[in-house]
């Protein structure tokens, strides 16, 4: 691969360190915010608060991972603001980083599947909501996502290594630390200027073969991380879809509780659209990889270089912007943070919704003839 442009390096520069940086520290504020108003969201249904709190925990982890493997390393490698001891130990971290990001974008993947499939069981299903939405089964399915995330991803940990090597066998800089893209074309020099060793990043005789870096990196990943959630996706969404349109019509602009857990589901629905909006630039550059690898349809390294940039801001996007859905479309997590950080004048009039969760029980609020109800209590 050729060496990157200046264009190219100005691009990572302003990608990775100043908005992917900005975006990062954004996101890790906001989904732990989320974390906090979701558990004394009373409105929402239990099983739902929990999932959109394991959603955010999740999101923490991919942003930590992603301003470790993208902002720390570029700012390593194109600028010289961190001291050479950290330079020289790089390359040993970045061979766990790529399983790692790998391993907590996946898990978020699901996440966001079995947050979706609980609202189709409660919406579409109610009948079975008892049964399979409960928390119970949801901590069981939260802890099988992430074993099989960890499980699915454990050959990384051995498909690359760090060698030390003479300057004149060192390879080209190529690719960028991508720990889900573009490690099919990493690697990254490290010289220390005391010892005047030379680090470098290779795959290992497992990473070249043909089994991992064809069957298993390029055909099961894009199966587990875009093919599977994806079909899923789109089959809970159009039924959740369908059933609130179905509800409109049946209770039009009806002020009853019911209208909050429609108005959850809606919420819901956003975030499911905005995650499909901002993984679909991945799928197209597998899309894309495949055809230029297999079918002849040439692209150039640079607009890969541009392509597996761009598909990480979007990671980034996805995972940070959460908090801007459920503060637009939720009116009660609006309310509660604002009072957290003070800037709410007056308490929110919403009550616990037994629709929503039926095995929480309700105490009616009395009737109080003041301009601003006080707040229920359970």
């Known amino acids: ?110 996440m966001v599947v079995l947050l979706t499939a609980d609202r189709y069981v409660a919406i579409c299903r109610p009948l079975h909501a008892a049964q399979y939405s409960t928390l119970p089964r949801l901590r069981m399915a939260i802890a099988v996502i992430w074993v099989l995330a960890i499980a699915f991803y454990v050959p990384r940990f051995f498909a690359l290594t760090v060698v030390e090597v003479s300057p004149s066998n060192s390879l080209p800089l190529s690719g960028s630390i991508s720990g889900n893209y573009s490690t099919m074309n990493l690697t990254w020099n490290s010289t220390s200027a005391q010892s005047q060793r030379m680090l470098e990043i290779r795959y290992t005789d497992m990473g070249i073969t043909k089994v991992y870096s064809v069957v298993y990196l390029l055909c099961l990943n894009s199966i587990v991380r875009f093919l599977i959630p994806m079909v899923a996706l789109v089959f809970f969404n159009q039924c959740l879809v369908h059933a609130l349109r179905e509800s409109d019509q049946l209770r039009c602009h009806s002020a009853t509780e019911g209208g909050t857990g429609r108005q959850h589901t809606w919420m819901l629905v956003v975030v499911v659209i905005v995650f499909v909006i901002c993984q679909l630039p991945g799928v197209a550059y597998y899309v894309c990889y495949v055809l230029n690898e ?37 009116r009660q997590f609006r309310a509660i943070l604002l009072r957290m950080i003070g800037c709410d004048g007056q308490r929110s009039n919403l009550t616990p919704n037994p629709e929503m969760d039926p095995g929480r029980p309700m105490v009616p609020l009395p009737h109080v003839p003041t301009p601003h109800p006080p707040e229920h209590s359970q």
């Open 294 to 330: 297999y079918a002849n349809v040439l692209f150039s390294d640079s607009a890969f270089q541009y392509a597996a940039t761009t598909v990480e801001l979007m990671h980034v996007v996805n995972s940070s912007v959460n908090i801007v859905i459920y503060c637009i479309m939720g």
């Open 1 to 110: 691969m050729d060496l990157p442009s200046a264009a190219f390096i100005q691009y990572q520069i302003v990608v990775y360190i100043y908005i992917m940086g900005a975006l990062c520290t954004f996101g890790i504020t906001g989904n732990v915010l989320s974390i906090v108003v979701l558990g004394r969201d009373q409105t929402i249904r239990r099983t739902t608060g929990f999932l959109l709190q394991m959603l955010a925990v999740t999101d923490v982890f991919c942003l930590v991972s992603n301003l470790i493997a993208d902002t720390l390393h570029a700012a390593l490698r194109w600028k010289d603001w961190l001291p050479e001891t950290v330079q020289v130990i790089w390359p040993y971290v970045l061979v766990y980083l790529a399983p790692i990001a790998s391993t907590t974008t996946t898990a978020s993947v699901w």
